[in-house]
């Protein structure tokens, strides 16, 4: 298959992924949902279930506001507004890690009004990258094995784990390869089909996303393109549930060179260390992966690395997306566009998304409005 | 709705009977208190800002001031100003869909506006998340914008029972509360203080629980908008004797308004259960609606959050980490609907009247169903009113009132027993 080809699948998925989850379950895999890339996939993975990552739908809420009041996220009003219309029905289950205060309602509602055989919930601490809190992320991440080895009736060797763990890991140095091509060669690759390869991996089986991202890598590497003018730019923030963003953005003349995505770069930072007790592992690698802003990082300052990144990959202007709502996210908008502003000069543009509501028109409006002031006409 | 001026002699002499004459005794308190703090900003006495479900008792034996920006917020909506406050914020690119507390706290700390003229100055900040994950994220803001240190004591959800894990953390984490206070003030922890503080602060909560329970009289002593008032020193000062006098004091009124057999409302037909915090620039009209349904508000499931139960007083510090930790919001909806069941068990209520409230996620999210399960288990109606705790922009008040008047008036009918 050609490298395009490919590409064009993977945008396909993210497009419609739904639909995948019926295919899954005809080729003998056993889906369960996650919705926040906390997740310990791993530990699923090893149990011989596949982690698939719901992500919103832009729809019509129809069964989700019986339970769910109208200033909640999209997010989670669209995710169970699936569930609660049997249109997940191939799922074994759903993880629940309690990161912000919706999730951890979301997770009880979920829990008593759908009737999926599995249900598994994962508490973390806010407090990341400190010695005090390792203790108890660790001992969550066993609690989680339990729920896990107790809805599959058999135990997940250490042995098992290891593996799965070696798997993830090569996923994310794929992922992390493509990056890199991306923002050192985006002629070669641009934005829209890199975050295309990578989220295509939420809806399938991970080896087989590894097959497709070393192949796409592999033949981009020795491709030589000319060089094309777009306007470099960062996207920041949560979820992409749809590539619209990425393709207007295209469209207009400009590209995402890097991103600060929960279904982008967060989502592969820092490996699990493959020489040490497998639960250790997976639970320092949470703990001091990249931060999400639903957590208190110590090791870093959250724009401390997004200054970084921006310059690093020569982005001139930042795009927050966030689900309309979102509290973690709305809370750390002011400080980092203040930064942006005052220490790169870098302007910034805020668009909020409430999934049932979405306007491509209005998008493009703002997206090229935006462009056009830094490019200064 | 007739004003005092029209009351009758005898119409005034009995409002003025069933008025709660302690109300003066917490003003008194509360505006010492403010004074009290405000007076040491720039001085080297150390001021905390603390989140109101935060562990406060430290502070006091280590003679900080404890500030608490929730207790500033349900002011500046009474005095109908956080409108205005949050307007600050908004302008500075905080969402309007961020918790109104936390707006118009961020907005009152820029302009010190509000009806006090703004809190004094931190010299650091305790957080502590058991009551949402909003308030680090504001005690981040916070933090950056006075440049002073924040102690997070992070309480991580409770799903069941409390697991060792988790009593650990805590634990661990309230050594490292008493170390992170030596270092900063510079003093060193002294036990039998501390053990002194953790005992009033609890004798204070066990008063406060005695007085919320005086409703289970009919008719109720009070309505639980009147312990939305009473509630401020549990909350701000607790640890200390003058709380406990106060409280002492309380309970004595309602007790002896038991014996005397006076009622807060004139006449008392349907008792109610509060889910959620006050409307607090509401406070006063709902009031006087349901004086005028009849219905007393007898209990709720805000106030009770600061009724402490089962401590050790020998091992202060790890009892009060798990109390801490398992509070009404920091805990999964079965749980909640348990505590809600018993609630309305105790008070015998005829129905709930829940405020779902924009501000506060961990409060709302869920209640739909759990007025589900209320009405399954209890056999009771339940309203659920749209409203936001501090920012009336999101209110609709004759939508409001007529919803409530329908839910009462067809509150006989409804009632099927259980
Ligand atoms: S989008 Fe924000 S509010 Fe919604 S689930 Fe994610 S972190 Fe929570
Ligand atoms: S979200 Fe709720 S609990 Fe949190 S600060 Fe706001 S009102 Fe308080």
Redesign the pocket.
Known sequence: MGTQTMIDECLEIWRDPYKELSRLREQGERPVAFFCSYTPEEILHAAGLTPVRLMGAARTIGHADAHLQAYC?S??RTDLDMALAGELESLEGAVFVQ??D??MRLSDIWRRNTGFPFHGDLVLPIRMGEEISLPFLVEEVHRFREQVEAFVRHEISDEALRESIRVYNRNRRLADRLYRLRREKPHVIDGLSATACLVVGFWMPRQAHNEILQRIAENLESVEAEEVDRLPLLVSG?ICTTPDLFELLLELGADVVDDDLCCGHRYFDAFADETVAPEDALAKRMWERVNCP?KHQCLEDRAERLLWQVQACGARGVVFYL?S?????LFDIPYLRKRLQEELGVPSLVLESELQSFSRGQLRTRLQAFIETIRGV | MSTDADLSGREKEDKERRRIKSGGAMRELMTKYYLEAKAAEGTDRHIAWITSGGPVEPLIAFDVIPVYPENHGAMCGAAHMNVELCEVAESRGFSRDLCSYARGDIGSAVTKGGPIGGLPRPTFLVCCNNICNTVFKWYEELSRFFEVPLFIFDTPFVRGELSFHHKDYSVRQMEEYISFLERITGKEYDEARFVDVAAKSLYASSLWAQVLACNEHKPAPMTCFDAFILMAPIVTLRGTQEVVDFYQGLLKEMRERIERGIGILPSERYRLLWDNIPVWYEMRNLGRLFTELEACLVADTYTSAWTFEGVDVEDPLASMAAIYTEVYLNINLERMAEKIESLARRFDVDGMIMHSNRSCKPYSLGQYDLAKEFTRRTGKPTLIIEADHTDSRWYNRSEVETRIRDFVENLLGESVGV
Do not use: I, V
Request: hydrophobic share 35%.
């Open positions: 996220c997010l989670a990161t912000c919706t999730m949560s639903a689900q709502f979102c509290e973690p996210h």
